[in-house]
C-alpha cells in the first residue's frame, strides 16, 4: 500500500508539472550606451506583467531581465549564434519593453529600419540591434515553445505605406514562416508608442479576469490595454498566425480559455489588425 501511494503521489507531482506554463519578461530603461534616449517606466511595465501573470496557479515566472542583463542573443535563433531556445522560446509568453529600431544612436543607423527589429541598451553578448530584416532574419520564435510575445516598442508593426523610415513589408519582416514557427501572435504598435508603466498590468489583468471579471482574449486584451494607456494619437497592432485546425483568433492564455494548437508553418495564413487608441 506504501509502494502504491508512493507511486500515485509521483504521478501527481509529474502531472502537475507538465501543467506549468512559463513567463517571461526583459526590459531596457537605460539606453546611455547606444546613445538612445532613456526611458523610465520600462521596468515598472514588464514587471506588472511578470508580477500579475506569475502570481496565478500553473503559471511560473522564468525571467525578469533588465538593462545590461537584457541581451539580443536571448531572442536570436540558435543557427546564428542565439540562445532563444533558453530565454524567449523556452516560455509560453514573453513580454519585451523598450526602444524600437529608429534612428538617433552612437552607432548611426540600426540598418533594419522603422519596424524592422528592436534595440538593446548594450553593444555586447553579440550585438544591440534583434534584426527581422530580409538580410538578416535573427528571430525565428514559437518552434519550442512561445505562443505569444508583445514587442511593447515603437512601431515594430508599422507596414510599409506609413513610411518615416520603414524599410520593409510586414511580410519581408515578421509575418512569414521563418519568423513565426509555431509563433501564435506578436503583439504591439504601428506607431510609436508612450512609455506606459501601467500597460503590462493591465493587459495581464483583462487576460486573468482581474481587470472586469472577464477572461478576454489574447487580442482584445491587447487592444483594451493600448486603449488604456494611449492617447488618440498612437495605434495598436497585432499580427497573428494561424491554419487549419488552429483558431488562434479566439486564443486566451492558458488556464483562462481555449488555447488552438500551433499554427503549422508549412500552411499558415496571417490576421493583421490595427486600431486607433482612445
Known amino acids: 500500500m506504501v509502494l502504491i501511494r508512493l507511486i500515485q503521489i509521483a504521478v501527481l507531482i509529474v502531472l502537475l508539472a507538465g501543467c506549468e506554463n512559463r513567463v517571461g519578461v526583459e526590459w531596457v530603461t537605460d539606453f546611455s550606451a547606444v546613445g ?5 517606466n520600462r521596468d515598472n511595465c514588464a514587471q506588472g506583467f511578470y508580477n500579475t ?11 525578469d531581465q533588465g538593462n545590461a542583463n537584457a541581451w539580443e542573443k536571448h ?24 526602444h524600437g529600431a529608429g534612428e538617433g544612436t552612437v552607432f548611426g543607423s540600426t540598418g533594419v529600419g522603422r519596424g524592422g527589429g528592436f534595440t538593446f541598451g548594450v553593444n555586447a553578448n553579440d550585438d544591440w540591434v534583434l534584426a527581422s530584416i530580409p538580410s538578416l532574419q535573427e528571430p525565428q520564435w514559437g518552434d519550442d515553445r512561445l505562443e505569444w510575445i508583445v514587442l511593447d516598442v515603437c512601431s515594430a508593426l508599422a507596414k510599409k505605406p506609413d513610411g518615416d523610415g520603414v524599410e520593409y513589408t510586414l511580410n519581408e519582416r515578421w ?29 495581464a489583468e483583462y487576460l486573468t479576469g482581474a481587470r472586469d471579471g472577464i477572461n478576454h482574449t489574447v487580442r482584445t486584451a491587447w487592444r483594451k490595454a493600448t486603449e488604456d494607456t494611449e492617447g488618440p494619437w498612437y495605434e495598436g497592432a ?30 499558415q ?3 493583421y489588425s490595427s486600431w486607433p487608441t482612445l
Open 36 to 40: 538612445k534616449s532613456n526611458v523610465y
Open 53 to 63: 501573470i506569475k502570481a496565478h496557479p500553473d503559471w511560473d515566472g522564468m525571467f
Open 75 to 98: 531572442y536570436k535563433r540558435s543557427s546564428l549564434g542565439g540562445l532563444d531556445g533558453d530565454w524567449i522560446d523556452n516560455v509560453d509568453f514573453a513580454y519585451h519593453a523598450g
Open 175 to 203: 509575418r512569414n514562416n521563418d519568423v513565426m514557427k509555431g509563433l501564435h501572435f506578436i503583439l504591439g504598435f504601428r506607431t510609436a508608442a508612450t512609455d506606459s508603466g501601467t500597460r503590462g498590468q493591465i493587459f
Open 238 to 267: 497585432y499580427l497573428r498566425a494561424a491554419s487549419s485546425g488552429s483558431d488562434t483568433y479566439n486564443n486566451h492564455i492558458y488556464e483562462y480559455g481555449s488555447v488552438s494548437s500551433d499554427p503549422d508553418p508549412s500552411t
Open 269 to 271: 495564413y496571417y490576421g
